[in-house]
Nanobody, 120 residues
Framework: QAHLVESGGGLVQPGGSLRLSCAASGRTFGNYGMGWFRQAPGKERELIANIWWSTGSSHYADSVKGRFTISRDNGKNTVYLQMNSLKPEDTAIYYC?????????????WGQGIQVTVSS
């Protein structure tokens, strides 16, 4: 089981940028995918971006496509979420998650979550 730790959240004005980091440890990552989820108050948790460790293949939810970029640093076992052109509706708790290919996210590894607030 991997240990995931998020960092980089905080308060930012609309139109601003933040970069979230997720440091992973405790397993090998050859057939492993990592994703960023978010959950706003009163809303369901949603997968907004994911990346496969071995290939770098990534996917995005329509709500963030063109504004957010997910990337990985194999040497640091870290996944990043660069968030640009932030909107108030991006306000949520953001979670890093990881799973082995073929398994569900829910059965995988999760970070503790980090708050992102977009407000003037």
């Amino acid at each position: 089981q991997a240990h995931l730790v998020e960092s980089g959240g905080g308060l930012v004005q609309p139109g601003g940028s933040l970069r979230l980091s997720c440091a992973a440890s405790g397993r090998t990552f050859g057939n492993y995918g990592m994703g960023w989820f978010r959950q706003a108050p009163g809303k369901e948790r949603e997968l907004i971006a994911n990346i496969w460790w071995s290939t770098g293949s990534s996917h995005y939810a329509d709500s963030v496509k063109g504004r957010f970029t997910i990337s990985r640093d194999n040497g640091k076992n870290t996944v990043y979420l660069q968030m640009n052109s932030l909107k108030p509706e991006d306000t949520a708790i953001y979670y890093c998650a990881g799973t082995i290919a073929g398994r569900t996210w829910e059965s995988g590894d999760w970070g503790q979550g980090i708050q992102v607030t977009v407000s003037s």
